[in-house]
Each structure stands twice: as structure tokens, then as C-alpha cells.
């Protein structure tokens, strides 16, 4: 599939990068790009959740009262949990939450992704470039001049580039990233991916 590259003036060079049908043309795999999600909203969850069980609770263990005669139910500890102050039943422990994906199912994922967004016209070239200094209203204006100013998008460089990646943090809906950290999540969550000239041959690279 051929697609036009533009420079950061939003017009057209008179080049055309060629993306591969493997990697932007294949037949996207749901359940693939379902797991990858998956994978990825799991991991962000931090799993430091912990309450005190009975175990846990700082107390006498002494029988509080006797076993009978008092017209109530038996009770053995203070850390009981159904007093107040006693432990919790079945709480939350610390835990990690991430979950494992083979390499194919990763890989047929983000394949999936991508065709996907270059089926629905989602997917923009653009020449590489970069900034003297870190300046967020000169990357503003790079996105003002694709027409991405209220639209979710993402920049997709060859390597990390500091001042870029300064320039755009502090914009809504507008992220810097290495082709080789691109992920499920990111490209789906993006109205526009922006791909340099560079981070299309360094897709095809690691796809290879």
C-alpha cells in the first residue's frame, strides 16, 4: 500500500513510502488485539492493595469470655472479624497483575492494530524532523497544520528524541513514542498515528 508522506507543514513532499501488506494489510485478529488490551490494561494496575486479616491484626489472642452461660454467641479473640477492630475476612494481598503473551500473539497484534487503522485512513506519514530546543507551541503548530488539533494522536519516531518528546507532553490527547514501545493500546486509542519515514522502515525491521 503506497501513502503519501507530508512534511510538518501538512503538505505534500512528492515522495510515497510503500507499507507492507504483512504488517498493514493482513486480516485483523480480534481475539489478538482483545489479549494484547488486556495485557496492557493489566499491567498498569499496581497491585499494592493489602487490608489486615485476622492474622495481621495487633491484639490479644485470650479468650474474651466464656463459652457459655452469657446468651450470645461464643467468641474466641478480640481480632475476630465481626467485631469492630477485628481483622478482615478475604482481603485484598498484594499481587501482580500482568499477564504473559507469546511473541506470534504480540507480533499478529500489532499487526492487527495497524491494518486496522490503515484500513479505516488512520494512518499518516510525515518526513523526519525535529526541534533545536524543546518548544510545545511549535509542535501545536505541526499538529494545527494536519489538522489534529482536537483529535487524539500519536508520533511514532525511529528513536527517542528528547526535545519532541518535551514538546508534546504537556498536550492533550498527543503523545511521542519509539517505533520499538508502540503497543496494541496506543495504536487503537489514537484518532491519527503519525508514522516518520524512519519508524516505517523500523517497523518493517522488527516485523522482519
Same mark, same amino acid.
Given at each position: 500500500?503506497?501513502?503519501?508522506?507530508?512534511?510538518?507543514?501538512?503538505?505534500?513532499?512528492?515522495?510515497?513510502?510503500?507499507?507492507?501488506?504483512?504488517? &498493514?494489510?493482513?486480516?485483523?485478529?480480534?481475539?489478538?488485539?482483545?489479549? %494484547?488490551?488486556?495485557?496492557?490494561? %493489566?499491567?498498569?494496575?499496581?497491585?499494592?492493595?493489602?487490608?489486615?486479616? @485476622?492474622?495481621?491484626?495487633?491484639?490479644?489472642? @485470650?479468650?474474651?469470655?466464656?463459652?457459655?452461660?452469657?446468651?450470645?454467641?461464643?467468641?474466641?479473640?478480640?481480632?475476630?472479624?465481626? &467485631?469492630?477492630?477485628?481483622?478482615?475476612?478475604?482481603?485484598?494481598?498484594?499481587?501482580?497483575?500482568?499477564?504473559?503473551?507469546?511473541?506470534?500473539?504480540?507480533?499478529?497484534?500489532?499487526?492487527?492494530?495497524?491494518?486496522?487503522?490503515?484500513?479505516?485512513?488512520?494512518?499518516?506519514?510525515?518526513?523526519?524532523?525535529? &526541534?533545536?530546543?524543546?518548544?510545545?507551541?511549535?509542535?501545536?503548530?505541526?499538529?494545527?497544520?494536519?489538522?489534529?488539533?482536537? %483529535?487524539?494522536?500519536?508520533?511514532?519516531?525511529?528513536?527517542?528524541?528528547?526535545?519532541?518528546?518535551?514538546?508534546?507532553?504537556?498536550?492533550?490527547?498527543?503523545?511521542?513514542?519509539?517505533?520499538?514501545?508502540?503497543?496494541?493500546?496506543?495504536?487503537?486509542?489514537?484518532?491519527?498515528?503519525?508514522?516518520?519515514?524512519?519508524?516505517?522502515?523500523?517497523?518493517?525491521?522488527? &516485523?522482519?
Amino acid at each position: 500500500m503506497k501513502v503519501d508522506v507530508i512534511n510538518i507543514e501538512g503538505k505534500s513532499t512528492g515522495r510515497q513510502v510503500d507499507l507492507p501488506d504483512n504488517i &498493514f494489510g493482513i486480516e485483523p485478529n480480534e481475539h489478538a488485539v482483545y489479549l %494484547a488490551v488486556k495485557s496492557y490494561n %493489566a499491567a498498569q494496575r499496581q497491585g499494592t492493595h493489602a487490608a489486615k486479616e @485476622r492474622a495481621d491484626i495487633a491484639g490479644s489472642t @485470650r479468650k474474651i469470655k466464656k463459652q457459655k452461660g452469657t446468651g450470645t454467641a461464643r467468641a474466641g479473640s478480640i481480632k475476630n472479624p465481626l &467485631f469492630r477492630g477485628g481483622g478482615r475476612v478475604f482481603g485484598p494481598r498484594p499481587r501482580n497483575y500482568r499477564l504473559k503473551l507469546n511473541k506470534k500473539v504480540k507480533s499478529l497484534a500489532k499487526a492487527s492494530a495497524l491494518s486496522y487503522k490503515a484500513s479505516q485512513g488512520g494512518i499518516v506519514v510525515v518526513e523526519d524532523f525535529t &526541534f533545536d530546543a524543546p518548544q510545545t507551541s511549535k509542535y501545536v503548530n505541526v499538529l494545527s497544520n494536519m489538522e489534529l488539533s482536537n %483529535a487524539k494522536s500519536i508520533l511514532v519516531l525511529n528513536d527517542y528524541d528528547k526535545n519532541l518528546y518535551l514538546s508534546s507532553r504537556n498536550v492533550s490527547n498527543s503523545g511521542v513514542v519509539n517505533a520499538k514501545d508502540l503497543n496494541v493500546y496506543e495504536i487503537l486509542n489514537a484518532n491519527k498515528l503519525l508514522l516518520s519515514e524512519s519508524a516505517v522502515e523500523k517497523l518493517v525491521e522488527t &516485523f522482519a
